[in-house]
């Protein structure tokens, strides 16, 4: 074959060297050739891609590979008489586990010799208890009690919350896998090392060591979002006429003005949409909590590397939004249901870079009326016009109960949809051309005038025992400077680090009930945003909130007289931390390990703060130059 000297004469795969056939054909079982991973081979009928299951007698094909894996999972051998079969056969003697291939099997018994290792007894050994007829496996360590249906789940607890790591502890990859650096619960008391010195003769060792226990971890969640399918999905509320039982299909067509559409993206492996959805925050988390049917009636995915799928998951979110809220702008269409739809805003910069004429095609769609949905359940998708194919006989509405969040006071009014301004369509083909070329150069109006930039802000959260908050924000921190010294103050100042596209912060945190910020300030705290700072793109802003995250994390591993500044943030952004250079994150772990905070009192040597010198934040500097607000 052209280009290669070696092929399978079964499937015609191409190898250029004799032993990746060997290998290939080694692999091979009953009449199947083994599949790349991922690799998707296209469907005679459609010609589209389809990922079909990898054992030699499941006949089941997927629409992606998320679906597959998940399937595939099931085909562990249960006995000796099906491993020759099974999908996943090479097996553990130690815990029993099965693997798809020896190497994996071999690399897996090497965690076995690892010390740190506690999974080594046998599943069977570890003590459970039978409820329901199922077994349950319990933490083993006092005053924890955590539960587990599978033995593996509550070995992999134990390690990860209950194992200490100490200082240069060697670095496995189990350990840089399931144990986070950051997180106090993983490996570290908070508050219980003395900051380190320059001349300190275990600094450079410590400083490396943490290093690489940062980026092995990162590497290993940003492989975890490359695995990860992310999805923009076609939701919706249906309005008080809807009873739970009523045919899905039947009720949105007959009444088209009793479902909202909401378009909205997500990356994570849930095909629920419910969490992202909270009260005060959300058309579909007020919808909700006013007991109205919430529904997701397709999920679009989107595979690769994070930072590619991000864009394409974003962009075409902001295209389907683009023709919902420009044909939402005329009267209804004959023959085409319009739905009023909750999306609100346009994405102009997700398609900013976008041809004229690719613009131009999204706006035609718009203008001449668009159908979004088809509810033929037997249609197949060939020759039919509408968007979207929902899968009628699933089950198709979300439980909207396990949001994680709710907030009881908040009345909003639902459900608040965009509002058709009834223009008349255009109906010769000049007018609809005009109205098209008038859309897309208003639209490089809009676009040339925005502001790209994006802004990264700290709030601080006071005691308003310790700080009252009928205070000007200028005097809490003139408060909390004359107590920097106060070797008898023990208490803690959170500090929160965010960032959005203009200073939008008060807005943010004060009705977005999953906000850190916000549980803070319900505790009897006042919020006071101390800094901002501009960034000409929200990369570089994003790249800059991921380094302040990681020095106010690992700033709680020492301890600190007088006010400490403990970090709010739950989460750190470890994808935007990756688009930075070894050389900021080593400076970074520097500052944190000498015992520098986020929030100083004073001028710092330029050595001691980042490149552009605004972080750590000098809190007398701000209070001087007007800087800080409340919120």
């Known amino acids: 074959m052209?280009?290669?000297?070696?092929?399978?004469?079964?499937?015609?795969?191409?190898f250029t060297l004799k032993k990746s056939l060997k290998k290939h054909i080694k692999r091979?079982?009953?009449?199947?050739?083994?599949?790349?991973?991922?690799k998707a081979v296209q469907d005679p009928v459609t010609g589209k891609g389809v990922y079909p299951c990898a054992k030699e007698d499941c006949d089941m094909v997927f629409n992606n590979h998320t679906q597959r894996t998940i399937h595939q999972a099931t085909h562990y051998a249960r006995s000796a008489s099906d491993e020759a079969t099974a999908l996943f056969c090479w097996k553990c003697e130690i815990c029993h586990e099965y693997f798809c291939e020896k190497k994996s099997m071999v690399k897996h018994i090497d965690k076995h010799r690892d010390p740190l290792f506690h999974a080594n007894k046998k599943p069977q050994d570890r003590?459970?208890?039978?409820?329901?007829?199922?077994?349950i496996y319990v933490?083993?360590?006092?005053?924890?009690?955590?539960?587990?249906?599978?033995p593996e789940h509550v070995s992999r607890h134990e390690f990860?919350?209950?194992?200490?790591?100490?200082?240069?502890t060697k670095l496995t990859r189990r350990l840089l896998t399931n144990k986070n650096p950051l997180l106090p619960r993983h490996g570290f008391i908070p508050r219980s090392l003395p900051p380190r010195t320059l001349v300190d003769t275990n600094l450079e060792e410590e400083l490396d060591w943490i290093f690489n226990w940062i980026k092995g971890h990162m590497e290993y969640n940003i492989d975890q979002h490359d695995l990860r399918c992310f999805w923009v999905y076609f939701g919706g509320a249906l309005g008080p006429k809807y009873q739970m039982g009523d045919d899905l299909a039947t009720f949105i067509q007959h009444?088209?003005?009793?479902?909202?559409?909401?378009?909205?993206?997500?990356a994570c492996n849930s095909l629920d949409i419910h969490r992202h959805h909270l009260v005060g925050a959300s058309p579909l988390g007020d919808a909700a909590d006013q007991d109205l049917v919430v529904v997701c009636l397709h999920r679009e995915p989107f595979e690769g590397k994070w930072e590619q799928k991000t864009k394409q998951m974003r962009m075409f979110e902001a295209c389907a939004i683009e023709i919902a809220l420009?044909?939402?702008?005329?009267?209804?269409?004959?023959?085409?249901p319009q739905y009023q739809f909750l999306n609100k805003h346009r994405e102009y910069l997700e398609i900013a870079h976008r041809s004229d004429t690719k613009l131009a095609e999204l706006f035609e769609k718009g203008i001449a009326g668009f159908r979004w949905l088809c509810f033929d359940k037997?249609?197949?998708?060939?020759?039919?016009?509408?968007?979207?194919?929902?899968?009628?006989?699933?089950?198709?509405?979300?439980?909207m109960s396990r949001r994680q969040n709710t907030c009881e006071n908040v009345k909003m009014e639902f459900p608040g949809p965009v509002a058709s301004r009834n223009i008349p369509r255009p109906i010769s083909k000049d007018t609809f051309d005009t109205e098209v070329r008038k859309r897309v150069q208003e639209f490089r109006e809009i676009v040339e005038k925005h502001d790209y930039s994006h802004t990264v802000y700290t709030i601080l959260t006071t005691d308003d025992v310790l700080f009252s908050p009928t205070l000007s924000a200028e005097t809490i921190c003139r408060g909390i400077i004359e107590r920097k010294d106060d070797q008898d103050d023990q208490g803690a100042i959170p500090v929160y680090t965010g960032v959005n596209d203009e200073e939008c912060a008060a807005r943010n945190h004060s009705y977005e009930t999953s906000s850190s910020v916000y549980e803070s300030v319900q505790t009897g705290r006042t919020a006071l945003q101390i800094a901002t700072q501009t960034f000409s793109s929200r990369n570089q802003a994003r790249k800059e909130e991921a380094l302040r995250l990681l020095h106010s994390f690992l700033h709680m591993r020492f301890s600190t007289s007088g006010v400490n500044f403990d970090i709010l943030n739950k989460h750190m952004e470890w994808r935007y931390l990756s688009l930075c250079s070894d050389e900021e994150i080593k400076l970074v772990i520097r500052l944190a390990w000498i015992g520098i905070p986020p929030v100083t009192f004073g001028p710092l040597p330029l050595q001691h703060k980042f490149l552009h010198g605004h972080y750590p934040i000098d809190l007398s500097r701000q209070v001087i130059d007007g800087e800080v607000k409340k919120i």
């Open 255 to 266: 009444n088209p003005d009793q479902f909202y559409p909401y378009i909205g993206r997500d």
């Open 28 to 38: 091979r079982k009953g009449s199947k050739c083994p599949t790349k991973f991922r």
């Open 326 to 336: 420009t044909d939402a702008e005329f009267e209804p269409s004959p023959g085409i």
């Open 127 to 135: 003590p459970f208890t039978l409820r329901e007829g199922k077994k």
């Open 378 to 399: 037997e249609c197949k998708g060939e020759d039919c016009d509408a968007f979207i194919h929902p899968d009628w006989s699933q089950d198709l509405v979300v439980d």
């Open 2 to 14: 052209a280009g290669s000297d070696f092929f399978c004469e079964d499937c015609g795969t191409e």
């Open 139 to 150: 933490c083993q360590v006092a005053n924890c009690g955590a539960e587990y249906i599978h």
């Open 160 to 168: 990860t919350i209950h194992v200490d790591v100490p200082l240069c």
